[in-house]
T-cell receptor
Framework: GNSVTQMEGPVTLSEEAFLTINCTYT??????LFWYVQYPGEGLQLLLK?????DKGSNKGFEATYRKETTSFHLEKGSVQVSDSAVYFC???????????????FGQGTILTVHP | NAGVTQTPKFQVLKTGQSMTLQCAQD?????MSWYRQDPGMGLRLIHY???????DQGEVPNGYNVSRSTTEDFPLRLLSAAPSQTSVYFC????????????FGEGSRLTVL
């Protein structure tokens, strides 16, 4: 079956530090990959996505590249801010289309805390 | 811009009680789903729907029922609550396109004593 594994957290960084959150996946076919962010007390919102191998998703200074050869989709940001403190989820959608559109498989989430 | 609206935001139940978590979306999305979020386990799919009148089970469906009588609404029913159902529940919707993005509600925190 499909699965997503994220690096264990929590992650604590100082402002302006470099961020990497590792994500690897297991899936058949050609899944789409996503990073979602959950700020305190809120629901999840899409941060970025990639739908095919070698695609790079980017948003708000965050980037992730879909690496099929290593089945990875690591999240990076060059300089984090206090406002980036949140929980980050890696997720995949099976590539079969149709009824897979509404079904995502999530990683366990990584808590990021950024100190001034 | 209502998006996905969930009610209630907080609920405390006693073991054996029943309740319904409401979810409504105003984006005319075909796909709707319910997830539960537990510490260290990410989000797990409970039930989902690909359109009005069509529902199916996800990864952890036991103890929950759903129905989809309209495009807008997708309620989640707990028939006999158990402490293991203490969790944060998220409703999500998605258009029937290849982008696959889910739009989430703000969540409902349920405690079963």
């Amino acid at each position: 079956g499909n699965s997503v594994t994220q690096m264990e957290g929590p992650v604590t960084l100082s402002e302006e530090a470099f961020l990497t959150i590792n994500c690897t996946y297991t899936a058949t076919g050609y899944p789409s990959l996503f990073w979602y962010v959950q700020y305190p007390g809120e629901g999840l919102q899409l941060l970025l996505k990639a739908t095919k191998a070698d695609d790079k998703g980017s948003n708000k200074g965050f980037e992730a590249t879909y690496r099929k050869e290593t089945t990875s989709f690591h999240l990076e940001k060059g300089s984090v801010q206090v406002s980036d403190s949140a929980v980050y989820f890696c997720a995949l959608r099976p590539g079969a289309g149709g009824t897979s559109y509404g079904k995502l498989t999530f990683g366990q989430g990584t808590i990021l805390t950024v100190h001034p | 811009n209502a998006g996905v609206t969930q009610t209630p935001k907080f609920q405390v139940l006693k073991t054996g009680q029943s309740m319904t978590l409401q979810c409504a979306q105003d984006m005319n999305h075909e796909y709707m789903s319910w997830y539960r979020q537990d510490p260290g386990m990410g989000l797990r799919l409970i039930h989902y729907s690909v359109g009005a009148g069509i529902t199916d089970q996800g990864e952890v469906p036991n103890g929950y029922n759903v129905s989809r009588s309209t495009t807008e609404d997708f309620p989640l029913r707990l028939l006999s609550a158990a402490p293991s159902q203490t969790s944060v529940y998220f409703c999500a919707s998605s258009p029937g396109t290849s982008t696959g993005e889910l739009f989430f509600g703000e969540g409902s925190r349920l405690t079963v004593l």
